[in-house]
């Protein structure tokens, strides 16, 4: 039986650089606010004349690339998570592939499940190495969120929390245990409890003519904070859990847990319930912010080059978000 490692991680973010105090000008709200509810200190948001979901998305695949000594022409299969795609359609997967000079003999495949994109995408990616079809697969996590954002006191809890940015990671093919399992899930009672109301297609055609749309605000992020943040500390202890026993292994087993960057007060909420030290938790949500599907193979790409992550050891990553959806990956690195 084949299992799928990851060979190689690559990440890259915006160069701008947004400041709790830069947002404390734009709307009702200040540092001492932002890090103690988040613990975020900064964020990176796109430049347009410079940053696009595909480019950003492409420079973290070279850094990959690199780190794993594979060129362009070894990859098989993209799988590209996001839900804020350059075009509405089609999707980043293709944009990505011609960015990377890639033709026609290989497809790209696009994740629309927020901030447990990348480990469904990781699943996808898992799958198709596992029955042989695929030799080695670029999985992305890539996101422009700023844009989606309501830059005023009314936007708020939202506009503090998200970020820009892109990660990557290389799999392929091993006969060692590599990724051990993937747990997947969904609840669609609560799409609306974090969301992006338009461009929806289930509306009369006259009111998506861009003349007629006088309220511009169903094209920016919602967030029932309070429920989701209950949800999710929920959630990831039990998909966290649900991981462990499917392997037989216990939480003294994890190495480093890699939690989707949602805020800093979940992660240490779930770092406290499992008992884990700080050296086993990665936490990068300081510096970029929640960066939805981004996030885990940023951090994941972040905690290799710092040498966090080494062979042999257990590497847990769990997410929760929009959806609702949620997710967990053990990995045997
Ligand atoms: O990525 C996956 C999904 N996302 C998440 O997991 C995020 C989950 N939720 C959260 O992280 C938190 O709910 C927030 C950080 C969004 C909000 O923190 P909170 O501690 O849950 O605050 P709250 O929503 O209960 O609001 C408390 C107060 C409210 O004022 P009143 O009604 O008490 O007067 C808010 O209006 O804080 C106010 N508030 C702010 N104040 C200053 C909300 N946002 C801000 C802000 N600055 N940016």
């Known amino acids: 039986m084949l ?58 695949t070279r850094m990959a690339l690199e780190r794993a000594k594979l060129t362009e022409k070894d990859i098989d299969f993209i799988v590209f998570a996001t839900i804020t795609p350059d075009y509405f359609f ?25 901030c447990s994109g990348f480990i469904y995408a990781l699943s996808v990616a898992d799958q ?33 929390i998200f970020g820009d940015g892109a990660g990557a990671a290389l799999l392929q093919a091993t006969d060692k245990p590599g990724i051990l399992s993937t747990h997947l899930h969904s609840d669609g009672r609560f799409a ?40 999710a500390v929920v959630r990831f202890m039990e998909v966290i859990q649900e991981a462990l026993d499917a392997n037989a292994l216990k939480t003294e087993d994890i190495s480093l847990l890699v939690p989707h960057q949602a805020n800093l007060r979940i992660s240490q909420y779930i770092q406290e319930k499992l008992g884990l030290s700080n050296a086993q938790v990665y936490n990068n949500i300081m510096r970029y912010g929640n960066t939805t599907a981004a996030s885990i193979p940023i951090a994941l790409s972040e905690a290799w080059a710092e040498g966090k992550i080494k062979e042999n050891d257990l590497i847990c990553l769990a997410a929760f978000g929009s959806g609702f959806t949620w997710a967990s990956a053990l990995i045997r690195w």
Do not use: C
């Open 3 to 60: 299992n799928s490692k990851i060979v190689g991680l690559g990440h890259h973010v915006p160069e701008k650089v947004i400041t709790n105090e830069y947002l404390s000008t734009k709307m009702d709200t200040n540092n001492a606010w932002i890090i103690e509810r988040t613990g975020i200190e900064q964020r990176r948001w796109m430049d347009p004349a410079k940053d696009t979901v595909a480019n950003m998305a492409a420079k973290a």
């Open 90 to 114: 089609p999707g980043s997967g293709v944009l990505l592939q011609r960015e990377l000079g890639l033709d026609g003999s290989i497809a790209a495949l696009d994740i629309r499940n927020a």
């Open 128 to 160: 198709f190495i596992k029955t042989g079809k695929y030799k080695t697969v670029l999985v992305i996590g890539a996101e422009i969120q700023s844009t989606a954002l309501d830059v005023t006191t009314r936007g708020r809890n939202t506009a503090v």
């Open 192 to 231: 609306e409890e974090l969301y992006v109301k338009d461009p929806g297609s289930s509306r009369p055609q006259e009111e998506r003519q861009p003349e007629q749309i006088l309220d511009t605000s169903t094209y920016k992020v919602v967030m029932n904070g309070n429920q989701v943040f209950k949800h």
